[in-house]
């Protein structure tokens, strides 16, 4: 990595699925003027090549795309589908894969473009891999039902037909997956602030997440 900025702004989130990071993650970056990345798009990313490349999809492949990758690529529509979640939290277990994306994270989080003053990061080993020396840290989490509810209304929103039982369903296995692997397992770290939004509403969250914030920020 080039030379890491000094006196940045950081944050790092973790979360399950659906449970409100990226909301809150877009908020930060917006009322403190942070570079957004959102890992999760990444993973997806690869989840998807896997998925369209059946027959060349190797290492050296994954390295090649990861070179060319940038902000833009991950703002594709097509990645928010349930099938290439699950193929991301397949690959996601594969420790050498990790490895290929670390260094484009921490360009993002240590090295963000000149006009931001730090960066926000979110995913599931943000806190405890990724930005361990984060400014802040952050565990956000809700009730299983409430996050497939919020998930059920995206998808519908963006009329994928899809049932309300499905997403629990795949929410479940998603959350097992995540926690439950070898490397880089979704875990709460003894330093994150635990947000659950389970009864918040999204500016209620902020609210709370600014005022920690706020606290440690000279402006
Ligand atoms: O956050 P999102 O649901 O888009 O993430 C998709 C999958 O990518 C997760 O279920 C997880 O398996 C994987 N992921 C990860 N580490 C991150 C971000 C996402 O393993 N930092």
Known sequence: MKKKRKNLITVAIDSPAAAGAGTQAKYIANEYKLLY?????????????????????????VREQIKKINLEKLKDKSLISNEIAISASIIAKDYKIRKIIKKFQLECAYNPPKKFFGSVLDGRDITSVIMKNAMFKFYITANIKIRARRRYLEFKKLNKKIDYKFVLKSLRKRDYLDKNRKFSPLKKTKDSILINTSKLSKKACFIKIKSIMDKKIKI
């Open 37 to 61: 990345l959102d890992t999760g798009k990444i993973y997806r990313f690869i989840g998807k090549l896997r998925l369209n490349n059946k027959n060349n999809f190797n290492y050296k492949f």
